[in-house]
């Protein structure tokens, strides 16, 4: 009995210096993983920015990768996934995916959301960029505080842009074939001989035309403009009995003009649908010029052959095209235009609104439209996608980030509206100068988002 008591005993000392063992060692994991961090001390290296391909990797691979548990973080951009995460983590990853380092240090930190920022505006900046998507970029800064230019000088922000504090786990753009597949849409046999009648080379004639005046917003020039395009709708939607007419606005000191030709439905006029562009432009010398060939002359030209593909086709709905004039002023224009609809009673009525803005530039021969909406207007995005998978040679890509851009106005009361505009609309070279003439366009990737846009509008009102 004392034996056993005795083994007991040491029995109990033994589990003591055991116990005692095991919690130095946790308090030394503890102090190593607290300084050399988590990864590093389980061995799967330090956490660093990866570019993984996601292009057309379909939705449940995109799902695989981003639950991944060791992932910190990713933001989806369009074919990329970027993401932190711990080196061997990547590595393991690359076995399946390409993935790619970034030669970037990580200062979580340093990370900003930079929204409707044009290219060369981030190249002027002192900042790495590390993936554009969706007219979103994220970028690190340099040195602490918000983004610069380099030297220092403050980075004054248009209103249509902003600057936001990061946010992890986002979407800033994504394909369509990386998506959940839409309910199915079925098009009406009607529907192939209008978008037949959309001709790119007769859309870049009026491209050229609208080039040839200047359309700042403020000045005389824009008069002209504006009657140009009164003339125009009445001459290809007269035979629908067309209503045309301009609305004014207050502008500053100024007055701004919306131009609105409206045919009435023939069975459903209480049913509205809007298809919209801005037709003002600007350069860094509005007095030298303001071409504004794919800003945006190419969707205002957009409106124009929309309504001939549709000229010969009586509508069961009611469709509206209004060119917007001060989109650059800050999107007075289209405010106007949706206050206007509002006390006029017809918000309701108004079912659908298609935006078209920078639609004529690739930088590549891979077309790609980008739709740009709110996530309660996903049953635009699926008609619109469905439409350009079948009527049209471009691949699409969808983003709920929306800002900048006439569509706005419209979402932010309530209006089912998109904005459709190039994917590239960042790269383009000529962005708000006077260099922006219709040579650099590229005749494919209008025809293509107009066939989409037309077949959509054809759908609703057609049938």
Not at 364 to 389: G, M, Q, R
Request: hydrophobic content about 40%; charged content about 20%; aromatic content about 10%.
């Amino acid at each position: 009995m004392l034996l056993t008591v005795f083994k007991l005993r040491s029995f109990h000392v033994t589990l003591f210096h055991v116990a005692l063992f095991f919690m130095v060692l946790v308090g030394l994991h503890s102090f190593s993983t607290r300084s050399l961090g988590m990864d590093e001390a389980l061995g799967l290296g330090p956490d660093e920015y990866f570019k993984i391909d996601i292009n057309n990797i379909g939705y449940e691979n995109l799902e695989l990768i981003k639950s991944d548990a060791d992932i910190r973080w990713w933001i989806e951009a369009d074919g990329i996934l970027l993401v932190l995460a711990p080196t061997r983590t990547a590595g393991r990853l690359n076995r399946v995916f390409d993935v790619d380092r970034l030669n970037i240090s990580v200062h979580e930190d340093r990370l900003y959301l930079m929204q409707n920022f044009h290219q060369k505006e981030l190249e002027r900046l002192s900042i790495d960029v590390l993936v554009t998507a969706g007219r979103m970029a994220l970028v690190q800064t340099k040195e602490d505080g918000p983004p610069r230019f380099m030297g220092g000088t403050s980075l004054y922000v248009r209103p249509q842009q902003r600057i936001l504090q990061f946010q992890p786990n986002m979407v800033f753009a994504r394909q369509a074939v990386n998506d959940l597949p839409g309910s199915p849409v079925e098009f009406s046999s009607e529907i192939s001989d209008v978008v037949n009648a959309v001709d790119g080379n007769r859309w870049f004639t009026d491209v050229k035309m609208l080039t040839t005046m200047n359309r700042d917003a403020y000045g005389e020039g824009i008069l002209k403009v504006r009657d140009w395009l009164e003339g125009q709708f009445s001459k290809i939607l007269g035979g629908l009995g067309v209503q045309v007419r301009h609305a004014e606005f207050p502008l500053g000191e100024a007055k701004g003009f919306n131009v609105i030709a409206r045919v009435d439905g023939s069975i459903r006029p209480d049913e509205i649908y809007i298809v919209g562009a801005h037709y003002d432009a600007t350069s860094e010398d509005v007095a030298a010029g303001t071409p504004g060939a794919e800003d945006n002359a190419s969707g205002t030209a957009g409106l124009l052959e929309m309504a001939r593909a549709i000229s010969k086709h009586r509508p069961k709905a009611t469709l509206i095209f209004v060119a917007f004039s001060a989109e650059e002023a800050g999107l007075e224009g289209s405010y106007a235009y949706v206050k206007q609809l509002i006390s006029s009673g017809e918000r309701d009525k108004v079912k659908g609104v298609i935006v078209m803005d920078m639609i004529g530039y690739s930088a590549t021969d891979n077309l790609a439209c980008l739709l740009e909406t709110s996530k309660s207007n996903t049953p635009i995005v699926n008609i619109l996608s469905a439409a350009a998978k079948e009527y049209a040679k471009c691949r699409v890509v969808t983003t709920f980030n929306y800002f900048g851009s006439d569509h706005v106005p419209f979402i932010d009361n309530k209006f089912p509206a998109l904005l459709t505009i190039d994917n590239d609309w960042s790269r383009y070279p000529n962005y708000h100068t006077t260099r922006d003439t219709p040579e650099y366009l590229k005749i494919p990737m209008a025809r293509e988002m107009l066939r989409m846009n037309t077949a959509t509008i054809a759908q609703w009102i057609l049938n």
